[in-house]
């Protein structure tokens, strides 16, 4: 269902012990744009009955701060969302498999990109929103306007690849240590997700989400041959997401997005290509004009399924 009507957004299974499955709700939150508030509760199916008992619930009170990561080249100053402690008194089904770096668009660290960080943790996913824009604008947090997009833009082309790499290692690092049990994932939106796919290449990602990540057949930031020639250097999982309605990712674009995962895993085992209808550009964001709720509701459903 569409959020704003205050049913279940939708339901996934994140574990299971024994014969009882853990399912999450994602709801929508009245009066606000998202599908921040989530409700953790468990199933167990009887002779004739299913059983069902609420654990917790959680708003979509904001859980991260900032913190600055300092190990590196130059200062990172990022979004760390950790597992609400209600979650963390439940053990690793949802607090120890996985922590997510979170890779924004061009409008740097902003409300939105804190918010899908604060939605993973209230799941019990640590999540860490990690700038891309560092060296030319440390504290970048910009709307959606015209203006706005212009000047990220010029910060995006002023980014390499091995800046990216470079950075996302800190964050990881800084995680591991963290959350020492966990497997790193990376997701990033628009440059974001061009940049989560440079990332997937590092040793030690597990699995990579590329939400319309524009360019990645075409170019590589700072130069060099396309991104996608970077797809034999991934050992984890990837997986990348555009829409049919997205000007920035046109139909040769998609077409050889999904040439290249299928020529590099002819079984869809490692990576995959998925395509939404009349998805554009940004739909997983609430704040942009191009939101798609149901596919937006398709996106969060593969990320929290890892």
């Known amino acids: 269902m569409p959020c704003g009507d205050g049913e279940a957004d939708l339901v996934v299974q994140l574990g299971r012990r024994g014969d009882v499955a853990f399912l999450l709700d994602m709801k929508s939150h009245a009066g606000g744009p998202g599908?921040?508030?989530?409700?953790?509760?468990?199933?167990?199916?009887?002779d004739n009955c299913l059983c069902v008992r609420e654990l917790v619930t959680i708003s979509n009170s904001p859980s991260g701060d900032w913190v600055n990561l300092s190990s590196g080249a130059v200062p990172l100053r990022c979004w760390w969302s950790p597992v609400a402690s209600e979650l963390s008194d439940m053990g690793d089904i949802f607090t120890q498999n996985r922590a997510i770096i979170v890779l924004p668009e061009v409008f740097g660290v902003n409300g939105w990109v804190r918010s899908v960080a604060d939605r993973l943790a209230a799941v019990g996913v640590p999540a860490l929103a990690l700038p891309?824009?560092?060296?030319?604008?440390?504290?970048?947090?910009?709307?959606?306007s015209d203006q706005d997009l212009a000047e990220g833009r010029r910060h995006k082309d002023a980014t390499t690849a091995d800046q990216i790499c470079a950075d996302v290692s800190v964050a990881m690092a800084w995680l591991q240590k963290r959350c020492p049990r966990a497997e790193i994932h990376v997701v990033g939106f628009c440059f974001g997700g061009h940049a989560a796919l440079i990332a997937a290449t590092l040793s030690g990602v597990a699995a990579t989400f590329d939400f319309y990540g524009a360019g990645v057949s075409r170019m590589r930031p700072g130069g060099?041959?396309?991104?996608?020639?970077l797809l034999t250097q991934v050992k984890g999982r990837l997986t990348c997401i555009c829409g049919?309605?997205?000007p920035l990712i046109p139909e040769d674009d998609r077409r050889a997005i999904e040439s290249a995962l299928k020529n590099h895993d002819s079984t869809s085992s490692r990576f995959r290509?998925?395509?939404?209808?009349?998805?554009d550009h940004g739909f997983m964001c609430e704040k942009r004009s191009s939101f798609n709720p149901e596919a937006s509701s398709q996106g969060w459903q593969l990320l929290l399924e890892g």
């Open 35 to 46: 599908c921040n508030a989530a409700t953790i509760r468990s199933e167990s199916a009887g």
């Open 132 to 144: 891309l824009f560092a060296r030319t604008a440390p504290g970048l947090d910009l709307s959606y």
């Open 224 to 229: 060099g041959p396309p991104s996608l020639e």
């Open 244 to 246: 049919t309605a997205d």
């Open 273 to 279: 290509y998925l395509e939404l209808n009349g998805a």
